[in-house]
């Protein structure tokens, strides 16, 4: 039976999962605590988003003051690269490498395991980045405020209920394989989490984040029945897909308010 963690430990875990940056207190915990925890940081990937957004979007507001909004927003993207590792973004580049051409579910799990980027993978995260960078030059800078936190959080709302959605599969040490199907009571907690980084876009935009929820249910609905047929389950990669692709619904419907 493993070890019991800490209740401290899975927030800060979330922290080291999202993130590169230090977190020390966890060099406390043992590897079977770790393995434990991991599973329950997964409910602590919202509000952790949020703080991502919440860098992303104090950057990209306090760089206007120094250049114009294009490269204001560059800056604001290179600084949450730097602050992720351009995690979810190797995630998009992986899952559009592997779902892009023709390869079959085993092949699909290899070219997702593969650190290089292909054609599809190169196309698909540049259009991203592009409409991330579109949509955010596109709205004023509080707003734009607003909607970075809240589509970095529901992005990574998406995340998690695709995990509660279907079981992982292949090996390793991600925390996909290592938390395993989210169960419905952590989903609703993060869902709960969630909620101060969806408050103020929905106070400013509460039609545009309603249609970003039906965009986001409906992607998930077909991510999941897409995924069992292929490779039958999701990997770490997917669920970097999904909270890319829900980070980039909201940002787009508040953009085309």
């Known amino acids: 039976m493993p070890t019991e963690c800490p ?13 590169r940056l230090p977190v020390p207190w966890l060099a406390r915990l043992t590897a079977e ?16 988003g949020s703080l991502i957004g919440a860098a992303t979007g104090v950057t990209f507001v306090l760089a206007q003051g120094l250049w114009p909004p294009m490269i204001a927003a560059i800056v604001a993207l290179m600084v949450e690269a730097l602050l992720t590792g351009a995690f979810h973004e190797d995630a998009v580049a992986d899952f559009c490498d592997a779902f892009g051409g023709v390869a079959s579910g085993d092949r699909a799990l290899t070219i997702m395991k593969d650190s290089r980027i292909g054609s599809y993978g190169a196309l698909g995260l540049g259009l991203v980045v592009l409409l991330r960078l579109a949509a955010m030059v596109a709205l004023p800078p509080m ?19 695709l995990a509660a959605m279907l079981a992982p599969v292949g090996s390793g040490a991600g925390m996909a394989v290592r938390a395993g199907r989210m169960p419905g009571g952590r989903l609703m907690l993060a869902a709960l989490l969630a909620l101060p980084g969806l408050v103020p876009i929905l106070w400013l935009a509460p039609g545009a984040v309603v249609a970003a929820l039906v965009a986001m249910a409906a992607m998930l609905g077909w991510l999941a029945r897409f995924l069992m ?11 970097g897909f999904a909270a890319a692709m829900g980070q980039l619904a909201l940002l ?4 085309a308010r």
């Open 7 to 19: 209740r401290w430990a899975p927030p800060l875990l979330a922290v080291q999962f999202l993130t």
């Open 33 to 48: 605590q770790a393995g434990v925890g991991l599973a329950r940081a997964m409910a602590w990937l919202p509000p952790v």
């Open 143 to 161: 707003l734009a405020m607003a909607a970075i936190v809240g589509a970095a959080t529901a992005g990574r709302l998406c995340a998690v209920t």
């Open 229 to 239: 047929r292929r490779i039958g389950g999701s990997t770490g990669d997917c669920l």
């Open 252 to 255: 787009l419907t508040v953009a």
